[in-house]
């Protein structure tokens, strides 16, 4: 099963991200969307579970959508924040945490062992790096791959 993670988009999907994104089985957005086209457009490419970031709560934007989420795909359960840090406690039932906000990519483990997943932002980072999305790959109930892509 193939999964695209995003974050931070801060407006329109650009169409280079669309094409990176097609061909997902489903989508992980962490929010700061800021545009109401970004869902639908996220939701045409494959099944989207996308959760408010701060900037699409002070806004008003996507106001049906939860803060946080968590979703089972591929026999793996994803919890969906836009916001994370220590403060957090990594529930028992989750095996990967998808989180945005920061705009700095990540790939690591947390102290309770659990995938902590943030795909940057694809227009702007706080790193230096460029801009980007995740491609996860999941199989037989395992992530197999993280792999993140330039946009």
């Known amino acids: 099963m193939r999964i695209g993670i995003i974050s931070d988009i801060h407006g329109p999907l650009p169409k280079s991200v669309a094409r990176v994104l097609t061909g997902c089985d489903a989508i992980l957005c962490a929010g700061d969307m800021e545009d109401e086209s970004t869902l ?3 939701e045409a490419i494959a ?3 996308a959760v ?3 900037v699409d709560v002070d806004g008003g934007l996507y106001p049906e959508l939860p803060t946080l989420a968590t979703v089972d795909l591929g026999g793996i359960r994803f919890l969906v ?4 840090g220590d403060a957090l406690p990594t529930p028992p ?3 990967a945490i998808v989180y945005g906000h920061t705009h700095i990519r ?4 947390n102290s309770a062992g659990t995938l902590c997943i943030n795909p940057g932002s ?8 460029n801009p980007s999305c995740v491609i996860a790959q999941v199989e037989n109930g395992t992530i197999a791959s993280v792999e993140f ?3």
């Open 106 to 109: 990540h790939n690591i483990r």
């Open 47 to 49: 099944p989207t579970t």
């Open 122 to 129: 694809i227009v702007r980072t706080h790193d230096g790096t």
């Open 149 to 151: 892509v330039d946009v």
């Open 81 to 84: 924040t836009h916001s994370y």
């Open 40 to 42: 639908p457009a996220l």
């Open 93 to 95: 039932d989750v095996d």
């Open 52 to 54: 408010r970031g701060n």
